[in-house]
C-alpha cells in the first residue's frame, strides 16, 4: 500500500512570499497520477493540479507543480492572502491515497 | 450551475446504519465515476468508496469494507453511500466528488460537494 508524507506539516510564512510544499511516495509514481487539492478553512477541497504539473481549471498560475519519481513539489511563488489553506496531495490511477496534509499559515 | 449537494447526514447511535444522498446536477453525471471522501473533525482526507460509471466496478477503503456500499441511480443523478454497522470512528465530513472523464479509471477529483456531516455516538 502506499503511502504519501507531506513536508512539513506546517508553514508560516508572509504574504508575498514563496511556498514550496513537498509529497513523498513511498512507491514511484507516474507523473500522470500525481495532483494536489487546497481546503481553505470550512470548505470542501478545491483540485489544485493534477498530472503533477497540469493546473486545474480557474487556478492562477502562481500555482506550479513539479516531481518524478518519489518526490513531488506544489510551489507558490508569491502567496496570497486568499492562498492560506491547507493543502493535500494525492495519487491517483491505480488506487486513491491522500497525503496527510501540509496547513500554510500567516506568519 | 455544476454542482454536488450532499444530504443525508446525522447523528447515529453506534451499530446503525444510515444513507448519504449526493445529487448531481449541471453535467452528465453518467459518464462520470464517482467517489465519497470522508474527514474526521481535525485530520486530513480519507478516500471512503469509488465506483465508475456505469457500477461495474466499485472500491472500497479497508476501514469501511463490508460494511459500506456505494452506489448511483443515473437517471436520477444521484449517488449514494449506504453505512452500516458504524461506528465511532466513522464520525467525519462526508464528502461526494466526480472524477475526471479522461476514459481511463481512478481520476482526480476535479468537483466536490460541500460535505454532509456524519455522528456517531
Known amino acids: 500500500e502506499i503511502v504519501l508524507t507531506q513536508s512539513p506539516g506546517t508553514l508560516s510564512l508572509s504574504p508575498g512570499e514563496r511556498a514550496t510544499l513537498s509529497c513523498r511516495t513511498s512507491?514511484?509514481?507516474?507523473?500522470?497520477?500525481l495532483a494536489w487539492y487546497q481546503q481553505k478553512s470550512g470548505q470542501a477541497p478545491r483540485l489544485l493540479m493534477y498530472g503533477t504539473s497540469n493546473r486545474a481549471a480557474g487556478i492562477p498560475d502562481r500555482f506550479s507543480g513539479s516531481g518524478s519519481g518519489t518526490d513531488f513539489t506544489l510551489t507558490i511563488s508569491r502567496l496570497e492572502p486568499e492562498d492560506f489553506a491547507v493543502y493535500y496531495c494525492?495519487?491517483?490511477?491505480?488506487?486513491?491515497?491522500f497525503g496527510g496534509g501540509t496547513k500554510v499559515e500567516i506568519k | 450551475e455544476v454542482q454536488l449537494v450532499e444530504s443525508g447526514g446525522g447523528l447515529v447511535q453506534p451499530g446503525g446504519s444510515l444513507r448519504l444522498s449526493c445529487a448531481a446536477s449541471?453535467?452528465?453525471?453518467?459518464?462520470?465515476?464517482m467517489n465519497w471522501i470522508r474527514q474526521a473533525p481535525g485530520k486530513g482526507l480519507e478516500w471512503v468508496s469509488y465506483?465508475?460509471?456505469?457500477?461495474?466496478?466499485?472500491y472500497y477503503a479497508d476501514s469501511v469494507k463490508g460494511r459500506f456500499t456505494i452506489s448511483r441511480d443515473n437517471a436520477k443523478n444521484t449517488l449514494y453511500l449506504q453505512m452500516d454497522s458504524l461506528r465511532v470512528e466513522d464520525t467525519a465530513v462526508y464528502y461526494c466528488?466526480?472524477?475526471?472523464?479522461?476514459?481511463?479509471?481512478?481520476?482526480?477529483?476535479?468537483?466536490w460537494g460541500q460535505g454532509t456531516t456524519v455522528t456517531v455516538s
Open positions: 494525492q495519487r491517483y490511477g491505480s488506487s486513491l491515497t
Open positions: 512507491q514511484s509514481v507516474s507523473t500522470s497520477y
Open positions: 465506483t465508475t460509471s456505469s457500477s461495474s466496478t466499485r
Open positions: 466528488a466526480r472524477g475526471g472523464n479522461t476514459g481511463y479509471p481512478l481520476n482526480a477529483f476535479d468537483l
Open positions: 449541471g453535467f452528465t453525471f453518467s459518464t462520470h465515476e
